[in-house]
């Protein structure tokens, strides 16, 4: 590194040059599919993941998972045990929405400086991006002010229930937290994400014969219908909050009336205030017809990621040091969720999307642009030595 350059400047230089391994890496780890939903896949990508960060000299564990895949816990420059200085934590997932096979109709393709395939966007090119921030540190010799752990998650697409205790656990001793989720469309990170409910409304009614003892019967969807229109009325553009009922369910048979109905209704809000209030009123609803009786069950999973002061100061070092790179970055509040909900939650100052920029996660299209893969490592490995 020149004595003249910036640590900033040295490793944008640095991963300038290795943004063609880098795009090598992420068609490697594309093609190593790992739906959610399938152990087997999900291990043997923990395993190379596993792999990898060891060959870089980071203390590595791969954390046993009985019901979902296993998990990865990555310890960079010192150790958790030993090691006073508060650690810094990264959290990505490895997990995607794309079931085994998707690859061999879609491989990863490379035109028009996008790279195109299933995971790459949500979030394997953030694997790479953090796996390259610490080669280049490691390539220029630069010194971390404190050690980071890396916790890599196999579930977070389907709501990280095995792994939530262990977010929590990790940034309830960390001093930050840096999320490598994607950008916005654009580049923006994000400062600020929506919380989400997830409530179920069951209806109790009595069943009778719908021809010979109507009269008789006490239709559990009538009541449902009546609860749905309040539960959509609910939503509240003006502060952010919505409800919407998204399945439905009741009933036996047509010549029946029916003793039972359900809705599975989400829920998003801006604040963990909001979502309280929110949630009282849902839990909170009464029958039209007093004959049928209402259940209420679910709640807030993921509380907000609320734009704190700690979170902003966060965006403010990235933006620094991004206009030392050229890069002019921004913010921008998310309405999805992600596992940088759990650790906002704990009081623990969160930036959100340092991943990769592009566009369609979840869909055919998804896609990154190849240009930000060095740009956002470059970016990840200043915040590293900088925090």
């Given at each position: 590194?020149?004595?003249?350059?910036?640590?900033?400047?040295?490793?944008?230089?640095?991963?300038?040059?290795?943004?063609?391994?880098?795009?090598?890496?992420?068609?490697?780890?594309?093609?190593?599919?790992?739906p959610?939903?399938?152990?087997?896949?999900?291990?043997?990508?923990?395993a190379?993941?596993?792999?990898?960060?060891?060959?870089?000299?980071?203390?590595?564990?791969?954390?046993?998972?009985?019901?979902?895949?296993?998990?990865?816990?990555?310890?960079?420059?010192?150790?958790?045990?030993?090691?006073?200085?508060?650690?810094?934590?990264i959290?990505?997932?490895?997990?995607?929405?794309?079931?085994?096979?998707?690859?061999?109709?879609?491989?990863?393709?490379?035109?028009?400086?996008?790279?195109?395939?299933?995971?790459?966007?949500?979030m394997?090119?953030?694997?790479?991006?953090?796996?390259?921030?610490?080669?280049?540190?490691?390539?220029?010799g630069?010194?971390?002010?404190?050690?980071?752990?890396?916790?890599?998650?196999?579930?977070?697409?389907?709501?990280?229930?095995?792994?939530?205790?262990?977010?929590?656990?990790?940034?309830?001793?960390?001093?930050?937290?840096?999320?490598?989720?994607?950008?916005?469309?654009?580049?923006?990170?994000?400062?600020?994400?929506?919380?989400?409910?997830?409530?179920?409304?069951?209806?109790?009614?009595?069943?009778?014969?719908a021809?010979?003892?109507?009269?008789?019967?006490?239709?559990?969807?009538?009541?449902?219908?009546?609860?749905?229109?309040?539960l959509?009325?609910?939503?509240?553009?003006?502060?952010?909050?919505?409800?919407?009922?998204?399945?439905?369910?009741?009933?036996?048979?047509?010549?029946?009336?029916?003793?039972?109905a359900?809705?599975?209704?989400?829920?998003?809000?801006?604040?963990?205030?909001?979502?309280?209030?929110?949630?009282?009123?849902?839990?909170?609803?009464?029958?039209?017809?007093?004959?049928?009786?209402?259940?209420?069950s679910?709640?807030?999973?993921?509380?907000?990621?609320?734009?704190?002061?700690?979170?902003?100061?966060?965006?403010?070092?990235?933006?620094?040091?991004?206009?030392?790179?050229?890069?002019?970055?921004?913010?921008?509040?998310?309405?999805?969720?992600?596992?940088?909900?759990?650790?906002?939650?704990?009081?623990?100052?969160?930036?959100?999307?340092?991943g990769?920029?592009?566009?369609?996660?979840?869909?055919?299209?998804?896609?990154?642009?190849?240009?930000?893969?060095?740009?956002?490592?470059?970016?990840?490995?200043?915040l590293?030595?900088?925090?």
């Amino acid at each position: 590194m020149e004595p003249s350059m910036s640590k900033a400047k040295a490793l944008q230089q640095t991963l300038g040059a290795a943004s063609e391994r880098m795009v090598a890496s992420l068609a490697a780890l594309v093609a190593r599919e790992s739906p959610s939903t399938d152990k087997a896949s999900l291990d043997q990508l923990a395993a190379i993941l596993a792999d990898v960060w060891r060959d870089l000299g980071a203390s590595v564990e791969v954390i046993e998972n009985l019901e979902r895949g296993n998990h990865v816990r990555v310890v960079v420059g010192g150790s958790l045990q030993t090691e006073a200085t508060q650690p810094g934590l990264i959290l990505g997932h490895f997990d995607t929405v794309w079931p085994v096979g998707t690859t061999a109709r879609r491989p990863m393709t490379v035109a028009g400086g996008r790279a195109m395939g299933p995971g790459t966007f949500d979030m394997k090119a953030g694997l790479v991006i953090a796996e390259y921030a610490v080669r280049a540190i490691r390539e220029l010799g630069l010194t971390l002010p404190r050690p980071i752990e890396l916790l890599l998650n196999s579930d977070e697409e389907i709501g990280s229930g095995t792994s939530r205790a262990l977010i929590e656990e990790a940034a309830s001793r960390a001093a930050y937290v840096l999320v490598l989720e994607p950008a916005v469309p654009g580049g923006a990170l994000k400062t600020a994400r929506k919380g989400v409910g997830d409530f179920r409304v069951e209806v109790v009614g009595r069943a009778s014969h719908a021809g010979a003892a109507h009269d008789e019967g006490v239709n559990a969807i009538e009541e449902l219908a009546h609860q749905i229109l309040r539960l959509q009325q609910m939503t509240d553009y003006a502060v952010g909050t919505t409800v919407n009922v998204g399945v439905v369910g009741g009933g036996t048979r047509p010549n029946v009336v029916a003793a039972g109905a359900w809705a599975e209704v989400d829920v998003r809000a801006w604040t963990r205030d909001e979502a309280e209030r929110i949630s009282a009123a849902i839990r909170g609803l009464q029958p039209v017809n007093p004959d049928t009786v209402i259940h209420v069950s679910g709640g807030f999973d993921r509380y907000p990621m609320e734009r704190t002061p700690g979170t902003v100061a966060l965006f403010e070092t990235a933006r620094r040091l991004g206009q030392e790179m050229g890069l002019e970055l921004t913010e921008q509040a998310s309405g999805g969720a992600s596992d940088g909900n759990f650790t906002a939650a704990l009081g623990v100052p969160t930036l959100d999307g340092l991943g990769a920029v592009g566009d369609g996660p979840h869909a055919e299209y998804e896609y990154v642009e190849v240009a930000s893969l060095p740009e956002r490592a470059a970016l990840l490995a200043s915040l590293l030595c900088e925090l």
